[in-house]
């Protein structure tokens, strides 16, 4: 265990030697989770919580940027989506502490996890085929009252609101909605959380062939995952192929990965389940001759929420998406010692996503509208990636060892979005904009970013006994003025192996393994919309502007929404982290404790203008 390899931020290092705060997820704690390795993380790593699909690494580090952790996978950064199915991971590592994350920058601020996906071995073809079958259910449901018991709260509610002399002479029910004035004559009963929720069915398929030569190794692979609901507000639909291919000549090394994914979502949406609780449990879903019954009569009611089940039922949602990465690198072996990797990686999504609201009558006045409504909206973003690494590793004299990379990375990002909302009389479904003509309004956004980067770790380890690791990382970042984009982030650590004294020979029969660890860093954040450190202006009721003699009437112009702020610069996070890890009877029982402080200086808060 001791001798395994973990993977760190652009590298690799023993588990003995490390100094930070790193943790290792077991790829077989992801196939028990149905969440995959979001819910597989929660309550198996100490200091990750998850909540709402969202991991949160040791805390939040920011109020207004995003606090969500940096993904690497196969050493590509931001690549989240790009894992392929849960079958094809390799390993999982988590680096919690500013010691590990420093040589991130600016992306690893809220922490990394670092996924490794399989690979092609030498030998001949071999094939795996993995298919999944499930259900799946809402357990935690909200238990609200029968119509009997709503009705008799309804009328003992108005009963104590009522004065003395409505009580004395019996007229306090004179007030009470038609429909629960009587509890044992409800107009229906309805269980609003379950006509809500409905089961869904999963199913997945995974295709897989790997193998290789003495050259050159390969992995590729196809997965389809179906999930809908009996009912069919929900149908999620996604295919993705991928391949791995790496291979050796000599002294250099060459080698790419693919992958590519294809997403289609049909369904309907709009619904609110706050609204669908809130209505009365005595009212019907349906009429007997299977139209929607009209909730939200005031009179009869108590209440005007109309009948949320025909959202569930008519606006429809219809969500498309693609998305390619291709990442090719070379590396060419200039001493034993000494390495040369150049790396490019290119990734690209597209999305088309569409609502409908046909035209209605639910029976109140929030409740109609008179014309179909369709809304799109388009987009797609770019993010290129070049890397130039120089690693290296040299032992002397069988004690002292020392490695490190030294590198240069820039990166680009591109994207834009144009949303079209219309209407029409005459189409009904999904259409071109053209279709929906009526009161149309389109609306745009286009941005681009860049990073450019120096990243440095040097890590000394003698007799694997004391190490010394420091890593450092400048990043220069569109989003700032000129004179503020660089920003600065060293980070500290060492680590002593105390069962590795010979003053402690004597408890290796049953204590293998006892280090203690220490470190320090800084990480850097810029999550803010590009360019936040100008003015912005927008159009809108706030630019009224009246001229001459008549102050009645007005035109609409620009007005700030958004102030200037030249000195803006990076967000900077500090975390100081102390740790012992140990290992018990022959590595049957093991102990990890991290004591961390962490501290967010020079917040990013957007203020308004208002």
């Not at 931001?78 to 991130?104: F, R, T």
């Not at 690893?108 to 073809?125: D, F, L, M, R």
């Amino acid at each position: 265990l001791l001798d395994d390899v973990v993977v760190v931020g652009y590298g690799t290092q023993k588990k003995e030697d490390l100094t930070s705060a790193i943790a290792t997820l077991s790829p077989k704690e992801v196939l028990k989770s149905p969440g995959g390795i979001t819910d597989a993380l929660q309550g198996s790593t100490a200091g990750v919580n998850v909540s709402g699909g969202k991991i949160r690494i040791r805390g939040t580090s920011s109020i207004t940027g995003s606090t969500d952790p940096l993904w690497v996978v196969d050493g590509i950064i931001d690549a989240s989506g790009n894992i392929p199915n849960d079958n094809e991971i390799e390993s999982i590592q988590v680096l919690k502490d500013a010691a590990s994350c420093a040589i991130y920058g600016v992306r690893g601020a809220n922490g990394v996890i670092v996924v490794t996906t399989k690979k092609g071995a030498e030998g001949k073809p071999k094939v795996s085929f993995n298919a999944y079958a499930g259900f799946g259910s809402n357990t935690s449901k909200v238990d609200m009252l029968n119509p009997y018991d709503y009705a008799v709260y309804v009328n003992e509610l108005y009963y104590n609101s009522s004065d003395a002399n409505a009580i004395a002479n019996g007229t306090w029910n004179k007030t009470v909605p038609a429909g629960v004035a009587n509890p044992s004559s409800p107009l229906g009963s309805t269980d609003w959380w379950d006509e809500y929720f409905s089961n869904t069915n999963y199913q997945k398929y995974d295709l897989s062939v790997s193998g290789g030569s003495k050259y050159a190794s390969y992995r590729i692979g196809a997965t389809h995952a179906d999930n809908d609901d009996k009912m069919h507000t929900e149908d999620v639909k996604v295919d993705n192929i991928y391949a791995n291919v790496e291979g050796t000549v000599g002294r250099f090394t060459y080698g790419g990965r693919i992958f590519a994914n294809y997403s289609r979502t049909n369904g309907f949406t709009g619904a609110s389940l706050m609204n669908a609780l809130q209505t009365p449990s005595n009212l019907p879903v349906y009429n007997e001759d299977g139209s929607f019954f009209l909730t939200g009569n005031n009179g009869r009611d108590g209440n005007d929420l109309v009948n949320q089940i025909w959202f569930l039922r008519n606006e429809k949602l219809r969500n498309r998406s693609i998305s390619a990465l291709g990442s090719i690198f070379g590396e060419i072996k200039i001493f034993d010692w000494l390495k040369y990797r150049l790396t490019y990686t290119y990734s690209f999504a597209r999305n088309n996503d569409a609502t409908l609201i046909p035209e209605h009558d639910l029976g109140t006045a929030n409740g109609r509208q008179s014309y179909n409504s369709q809304s799109t909206t388009k987009g797609g973003s770019g993010h290129e990636i070049i890397e130039n690494l120089l690693t290296f590793d040299k032992t002397f004299n069988d004690v002292h060892t020392l490695s490190g990379v030294l590198g240069v990375v820039s990166e680009k990002f591109d994207g834009w979005s144009t949303g079209i909302s219309g209407r029409s009389n005459e189409y009904a479904d999904f259409g071109p904009e053209s279709r929906f003509p009526d009161s149309q309004n389109i609306t745009s956004s286009q941005y681009n970013e860049a990073y450019f980067s120096y990243l440095a770790r040097v890590m000394y380890s003698y007799n694997s006994k004391y190490m010394i690791t420091a890593n450092f990382r400048a990043d220069e970042s569109s989003k700032f003025k000129k004179g503020n984009r660089w920003g600065y982030f060293p980070s500290f650590s060492a680590g002593w192996v105390i069962s590795n004294e010979a003053f402690m020979k004597n408890t290796a029969s049953w204590l293998g393994f006892l280090k203690v660890r220490a470190g320090w860093g800084q990480n850097g954040n810029d999550n803010i919309p590009n360019s936040n450190w100008r003015a912005g202006y927008e159009f809108g009721d706030y630019g009224l502007y009246t001229f001459g003699s008549d102050k009645n009437g007005g035109t609409t112009g620009a007005y700030p929404n958004r102030l200037a702020n030249p000195d803006l610069t990076w967000e900077t996070s500090e975390q100081t982290n102390i740790g012992i890890d140990a290992r018990f009877l022959d590595n049957r029982l093991s102990f990890t404790m991290d004591w961390y402080s962490k501290q967010t200086k020079d917040l990013l808060v957007e203020v308004g203008t208002n």
